[in-house]
């Protein structure tokens, strides 16, 4: 009897042994520094935005279409790629409500209004070419030139870059960009003198999230 509970305990100790051994090596591979290579971005990666005004904001989400980039030791050498604007989502908001400003930021609902925001049927992508990487304040920063409805503007904005079993992620905290400078004039204050209150932001907020493989 002793000598099968003592196989049994044996037995149990081996089995425990091997599940932990196991979960060791399903544990994910995390790369921050050294990574290397050119990487392609998955339709999956997207640009999270948030638009304001003094009765409130919206926010939302456009995916990236397609692209690449190039790291060199954790560092961003090159890159560009294509965002999706008939893709725009509107996330903070249901039903009627959501498919009117979804419309009105397409500019499909009315002829009137094609032009107030971003007319995808004249402007269906976007793009951002990055044209340096530098660390300013021990913060990585990428710069580069965005493309929105045929206006190009220079934009900067930290970054960081991981590495998990294979697949890079570029990520971004919230930065700040002017509308206007790409013709997105709508309610604008600093356009037109005649709106009171009923402005809305000339800054929006965009956050990137990109996933890449090589």
């Known amino acids: 009897m002793k000598k099968i509970a003592l196989l049994g305990l044996g037995l149990l100790f081996f089995v425990s042994c091997k599940k932990e051994a196991e979960a060791e090596t399903t544990e994910p591979s995390i790369v921050e520094n050294g990574i290397n290579g050119t990487f392609e971005i998955d339709s ?10 003094p009765t409130g904001k919206h926010n939302g989400i456009i995916t990236v279409k397609n692209g690449e980039f190039k790291v060199e030791s954790g560092k961003v050498k090159e890159g560009k790629f294509t965002i999706d604007m008939t893709s725009i989502v509107v996330e903070d908001l249901d039903g009627e409500d959501k498919e009117s ?102 800054e929006i907020s965009l956050q990137i999230n990109l996933k890449a493989k090589k």
Do not use: Q
């Not at 925001?117 to 269906?124: G, H, L, R």
């Not at 340096?132 to 990428?142: H, K, L, R, T, Y």
């Open 44 to 53: 999956t990666s997207t640009i999270a935005w948030i638009g304001s005004k």
């Open 101 to 202: 400003l979804e419309a009105h930021l397409k500019g499909t609902n009315k002829p009137e209004a094609v032009d107030h925001f971003f007319n995808i049927a004249k402007y269906p992508e976007a793009s951002f070419t990055i044209t340096s990487f530098m660390n300013e304040g021990g913060s990585d920063m990428v710069e580069g030139d965005l493309t929105i409805k045929d206006k190009t503007n220079k934009v900067k904005f930290p970054v960081s870059i991981t590495e998990v079993d294979g697949v890079v992620t570029m990520t971004s905290p919230e930065f700040k960009i002017n509308r206007t400078l790409w013709g997105v004039n709508y309610g604008s204050k600093s356009i037109f003198d005649d709106l009171g209150d009923k402005f809305i932001d000339d």
